[in-house]
């Protein structure tokens, strides 16, 4: 392994968060040419996740940084319609497959996920027995009839332990980790599979790459999403190994750095660093899924925000409540919101406030969340700090009616 220069450039924590929030599409003048499709290409990851509240989290992502782009335009903007097998198909502008987590993928990474599909084929364990002839009955049915759910499969099964997995919902999601298969779609947040050789264009449509290759591709790619981070922070973006990434920091196209106050060494996309990060803040709510602060450690380092998602703290232990979205304003998370949706009203069932400071922010955030999901009223039920509910509330007020008019 080739040694790593010493670090060249000292950033102050800052100069590190300023280059951070531009890396992500959220500090200067957000390209709404591209729209969804170039967020997701500038972000490489768009993780998935079955809690809807305010919106689901991927169509969450593209709203933070682009304001209230309508809804359907998002999902359209991720999923190219199917279209029956006998025809020619519209060549994808994404995939799913396990990232971060289960994330929307820009399609042209599809190559560099081989080592990852490898990886799965060689796995010598797994949670669920597959059952004989169901992973052949699969990829059959699907060249045949696809592109299908697990339910136009068959292999829906209605139970209380989702764990609890039909054969062929086992085989078809076996074929996905493997690669044969691909989700090239989410129908009522359902996986639509189809075969990766009729849905993967076909230049793309390859494992030559080595396991090193794909990694290292992914280490720079996640380099420039992050504009700066720690070696821990680079490989939870893809969840890489670290021996991994250390085989490949070297000749990623990535340069050392430190961070005043950072414990550890840190590492920045030599493009982050030629311009000073300069524009406009964006003021908006966040999901808890948000690459931005997907990683509580480094969302502490960053911001010195602590943030913990309670959906699943069991409700008298929560703090902040069910699905608590930080507030980004100014370059800072400033509170957080946990919302609702009622018919005509976005509810804010519970609202953190770091102090009076705070207050137009979130008020500004909640009105631009309420005219996204076409609610025209908002009701603040509860505001820690007490001390701040009617400044809250009076300022929500005056923000409703200013954007009515």
Known sequence: MTPLPPPTTTLTPDEARRIILRAQGLLGT?????????????L??????????????????????????GRTTVESA?????????????????????SHAACILPIEEWPHFAFRRRAYRNRPHWNHDLPTGAYTQVLDQLRAEGPLTATDLGGAKKTSDWWDW????????????????????RRGWKRVYDLAERAIPQPLLHD?????ECVRRLVRLAGEALGVGTKADIADYHRLKSDQVDDVL?????????VDGWPKPAWADPKALETTPRGRHRTTLLSPFD???????RTERVFGFTHRLEAYVPKPKRVHGYFAMPVLAGGRLVGRVDPAREPGTLVAKQVSLDGPKAVPAVAQALIEAASWVDRMDIRVERVDPP??????????????ITALR
Do not use: N
């Open 30 to 42: 957000p390209d709404r040419r591209s729209g969804v499709r170039g967020t997701l290409r500038h």
């Open 78 to 98: 991720y999923w190219t319609p199917t279209t029956p097998a006998k025809t020619t198909p519209t060549p994808p502008h994404a995939f799913e497959y396990w």
């Open 250 to 258: 070297a000749d990623s196209g990535l340069i050392p750095v430190t």
């Open 387 to 400: 001390s701040l509910q009617d400044a809250l509330a009076k300022e929500t007020r005056r923000a409703l």
């Open 208 to 212: 030559d790459l080595t396991d090193r």
């Open 44 to 69: 490489g990851a768009i993780q998935l996740d079955t809690i809807s509240v305010l919106a689901r989290s991927h169509e969450l992502i593209p709203y933070a940084r682009l304001g209230a782009v």
């Open 166 to 185: 039909s054969g062929t919902k086992v085989a078809v999601e076996r074929a996905l980790m493997y690669g044969e298969v691909v989700c090239v779609e």
């Open 291 to 297: 690459s931005l602060i997907w990683d509580r450690a």
